[in-house]
């Protein structure tokens, strides 16, 4: 009998159930948000790593889905946003199965068993299954190239999967260029978009800044021809603006609306502020026991610094507090020979090899910014330099002495961005910085400084309603473990500069999105 | 007496679910249409819940009533500021309710109720805007109740039994706001038990000063239901030692309390009319925090989630009309204030101040058989609120939003006299 009866009230509420609640101003329904004189419903993201969701050195799909601009299209589905799809590699390990060595997977953050973090480390609880042969066969408004300068985007031949092996082409490109000839801008124009995003330029000072400095400046080459540019060079300035400025007149063309965003300042991201201009710590078994010896030894060359008049390269290392590494700085003046002549009375045949390994160095100052990569070198026996040494007639045990990295031999240029390698990539940037405002201004579109954005972050930090969001290497929550790019929750950041930007420039309104609600960076053993 | 051991037999092998909120006043069909009043009604055998030093003044020998309520809850919740929006699964919950007295001799009465006073099942979308706090939950009590009751004069009664309670509980939430595995699968909680119990009282009295005009009081004492062992399985944590958690199963230790509640009303009648009130103060200051401890993490609670509920108190109206010798029209209101307070509004039980809109009528079919069919519609004001105390790194993170809801509540019973 209850059985029979349930059955009636199941029919009597079918009826009832059409009354549910309804709040008195749903956001979903039009009116709350609005996207202002803007038509979304073709957005197209044009960019480099930080466009396409490159995270932790790596470009996989959970960072892909909280890239900013995935992010802005939820935000802009809420009013007249359409469907944004994105080239989703086909896993979370990352890297390029193809050639696993030179685009490997992740990093995660590896943990001792007690808590305590060690560092990043390449995930390997799954190998690269993404081939970058593989074309999508499919346009995507997500046209984030990792890897990206600006004159790249105009580059024909860019997606072309048979130059990645040769470096004249970019896998990440190649999986979904409409062919080997095309270029990124081209493919962004043909999928007509009714808005657009261009954040390009930071690759075109980032490659010369975390190589440290090994590449050219071509501002100060004075080359204009960027097919002839080694890929860690510096962008020569009127290249920059010239192409910028054709890809935002292509952009614009037919009256599209979109939005700039500028280059931060680089040497603010971790990757350069993280390690110490001096690491060397007395308390290390390894270094402090080795400080007398050490001094002893400089001493010497010192005497030979003060003699040549270059007192101020000078090596010393104290027994109380950390020293700075001794790096080989090659803004300075070759003084090998004379070197060699002011050191022989002391270290005989072995002269010419001491002098030529501290003919441009110095201890490193807080001017210099050692880069991430450095921590895992410092203090480091170069084996290959031993070998040479040994080669060259110096025993096996001076030979171990002179190969410690940043104690005795010297960091190389690409561990230290020093001074005048800093000045070269700020240089660019303000030019760049210029010529992004200028050109977003004669167009009349929106505009974003991710420079202040960075700078807010680098700074103080940014709060949210868990926190704050810092810069700090791995636990800031700002930036991703390989240093430079952001986190989802910078990318949320990111994202909220721009909805308020286009709030101010077209009168959009759309809700900003929590940064709290974004992670950080992810804790995994599963590594080698 | 057999039947009502085939009753109480039934309501084991039946399975019940709830819906609402976690109080759910569905303890009779005619009580429910008035308004769910009923300390001072002298109506039916719903008096086992109700009151029941008042069986005693029922006319005939056996009295039973059943009934079966369909539950449709639907919360929903929006934040503008970040553009999201949730609504629950609004599945059906069917609480059922048992009663039987029989008249001993002209001054002893005794019965037997199977009722389910509490009770909640909320399924918010996984992965929603505040899965840190609750995905979905599912709690069940069953009241099992024999009582005894004195007539001591014609003007006063007394009655009152003790409770046996098993519930079960069920609750998935994610371990924060932000922590995934490699694949981004958000890790995850799920508390389980069931077969919990544990034992409490009720206790009521009825004072008649004239005819038509009673007066109830009825206490039914707090239950602490404590899960000593249930199972608590983790899922898509990161392999990794900062967690300090693995996906699978421990144990874990928690109580909920089902407060306690006092109530005194009073009924009139007047030729066709019945009119009644009451007054429920439901003790929610009981339930202070809700605690889960680990097996897996030796030290200390590891889910600390303060609740800080205040008592709480109800206003009942119900109106009874006699229409024809077949035909009973019932109707009633009543006023539910939240126990919940300020800040501690959480979406597990999204409860805020209500109203309660009910109807029902009986059809006897025959002097000894009616069918009594109810109906309510619990309407919850839109309110802006926020649970300000879940943490993350020691600091308040309040989760908050536009919250509305409602049930609507049909049922159909049976009352049966010899």
């Known amino acids: ?528 | 007496m057999r039947k009502l051991l085939l009753l109480v037999l039934f309501v084991l092998v039946a399975t019940v679910t709830y819906a609402g909120g976690y109080r759910v006043s569905v303890q009779g069909q005619r009580a429910i249409a008035m308004g769910h009043t009923g300390v001072a009604v002298v109506n039916s055998a719903e008096l086992v819940f109700f009151n029941p030093a008042g069986l005693v003044y029922l006319e005939n020998k056996l009295n039973v009533s059943v009934g079966v309520t369909g539950i449709f809850s639907d919360v929903i919740y929006q934040n503008e500021e970040f553009g999201v929006a949730a609504e629950t699964d609004s599945s059906m919950g069917t609480p059922l309710n048992l009663y039987g007295s029989y008249k001993v001799n002209d001054w002893m009465s005794v019965g037997l109720g199977v009722y389910t006073p509490y009770g909640s099942e909320v399924r918010w979308p996984t992965d929603w805007a505040g899965s840190h706090l609750v995905n979905e939950i599912e709690l069940a009590a069953i009241y099992v109740q024999p009582v005894v009751s004195f007539k001591l004069s014609e003007h006063f009664s007394v009655g009152g039994g003790p409770i046996y309670v098993r519930g079960s509980v069920n609750f998935n939430r994610n371990l924060n706001r932000t922590l995934s595995d490699i694949e981004g699968n958000r890790s995850n909680v799920t508390i389980d038990d069931s077969g919990v119990s544990n034992w409490g009282w009720s206790v009521g009295a009825m004072f008649n000063p004239t005819k038509n005009f009673r007066l109830g009081f009825n206490y039914r004492s707090k239950i602490i239901m404590e899960v000593e062992g249930g199972d608590a399985t983790f899922a898509n944590v990161p392999n990794s030692p900062a967690v300090g958690l693995t996906n699978g199963s421990t144990s874990f230790d928690a109580k909920l309390p089902l407060p306690a509640e006092l109530t005194v009303g009073l009924s009139y009648e007047y030729q066709k009319w019945l009119f009644a009130f009451d007054y429920n103060r439901q003790f929610w200051g009981v339930y202070k925090s809700l605690d889960i401890d680990f097996a897996s993490t030796p030290t200390g609670p590891d889910s600390v989630n303060p609740r800080n509920y205040q008592d709480s108190s109800v206003y009942r109206f119900g109106l009874q009309y006699q229409a024809t010798e077949k035909i009973t029209l019932r109707a009633g209101y009543y006023r539910d204030e939240s126990p919940v307070q300020e800040g501690f509004f959480a979406p597990e039980t999204p409860r805020n101040d209500s109203d309660g809109y009910t109807g029902g009528v009986s059809f006897a079919i025959s002097p000894k058989l009616a069918i009594d069919a109810s109906f309510f519609y619990l309407r919850f004001e839109e309110v802006d609120a926020s649970y300000d105390f879940y943490q993350e790194n020691g600091q308040n993170v309040p989760f908050g939003g536009t919250y509305k809801s409602s049930i609507i509540a049909p049922g159909l019973g049976l009352t049966y006299k010899l």
């Open chain 1, 1 to 528: 009998m209850i059985k029979k009866n349930i059955k009636y009230i199941a029919i009597l509420a079918l009826g009832l159930v059409a009354c549910e609640s309804e709040f008195d101003n749903p956001i979903e329904e039009s009116g709350v948000y609005t996207s202002g004189d803007l038509d979304l419903s073709n957005y197209v993201a044009l960019g480099n790593s930080l466009t396409a969701g490159f995270a932790d050195g790596a470009l996989y799909i959970t960072g892909q889905e909280n890239s900013y601009p995935n992010i802005l299209s939820e935000q802009f589905a809420l009013a007249g946003g359409g469907e944004f799809t994105q080239p989703l590699m086909a896993d979370n390990v990352g890297g390029f199965s193809d050639d696993p060595v030179t685009f490997p997977s992740r990093f995660v953050l590896v943990f001792e068993d007690d808590g305590t973090p060690v560092g990043p480390a390449r995930y390997t609880g799954g190998s690269p299954s993404t081939s970058f042969a593989t074309n999508l066969a499919s346009s995507f408004n997500n046209m984030g190239v990792p890897g990206a300068k600006s004159y790249h985007l105009v580059a024909p031949g860019y997606g072309n999967a048979a130059g990645v092996a040769l470096g004249a082409a970019n896998p990440y490109f190649a999986r979904f260029a409409s062919s080997s000839e095309t270029t990124v801008i081209k493919d962004a124009l043909d999928q007509k978009p009714s808005f657009f995003s261009l954040w390009i330029g930071n690759n075109d000072i980032l490659s010369y800044a975390t190589s440290g400095g090994v590449g050219e400046d071509h501002n100060e080459t004075g080359n204009l021809d960027p097919s002839t540019y080694g890929s860690n060079d510096i962008t020569n300035n009127n290249v920059f603006a010239s192409i910028y400025n054709d890809l935002v007149t292509a952009l614009v063309a037919g009256e599209t609306e979109g939005i700039l965003l500028d280059i931060p300042d680089i040497t603010s991201a971790p990757f350069f502020t993280t390690v110490p201009h001096a690491p060397l710590s007395p308390l290390d078994p390894n270094f402090g026991p080795q400080i007398p010896t050490l001094n002893a030894t400089y001493g010497q060359l010192n005497l030979a610094f003060a003699a040549l008049g270059v007192p101020e390269r000078s090596i010393e290392f104290s027994t109380t507090t950390a020293s700075p590494v001794v790096v080989k700085d090659e803004s300075l003046i070759d003084i090998t020979a004379d070197l060699t002549v002011a050191i022989t009375p002391v270290f005989g045949p072995l002269a010419p090899v001491v002098a030529a390994q501290y003919g441009q160095a110095r201890q490193a100052t807080s001017s210099d910014l050692l880069v991430l990569t450095s921590s895992s070198v410092i203090g480091q026996l170069d084996t290959d330099r031993v070998a040479e040494l040994v080669g060259l007639g110096v025993s096996q045990e001076m030979a171990g002495q002179l190969s410690v990295k940043g104690v005795t031999l010297p960091l190389e240029d690409q561990y230290v961005l020093v001074p005048s390698e800093q000045t070269a990539i700020s240089n660019a940037q303000s030019s760049y910085n210029a010529t992004i405002r200028a050109i977003a201004s004669a167009n009349g579109l929106a505009f974003v400084s991710a420079k202040a954005l960075l700078s807010r972050v680098a700074g103080g930090g940014i709060p949210f309603d868990g926190g704050v969001v810092t810069s700090t290497f791995a636990s800031g929550g700002g930036f991703s473990l390989d240093g430079i790019h952001p986190t989802p929750r910078g990318h949320a950041l990111a994202a909220n500069a721009i909805l308020e930007a286009l709030e101010e420039t077209y009168g959009a309104k759309f809700p900003k999105v929590n940064p709290g609600d974004y992670g950080t960076v992810t804790a995994s053993n599963e590594v080698n």
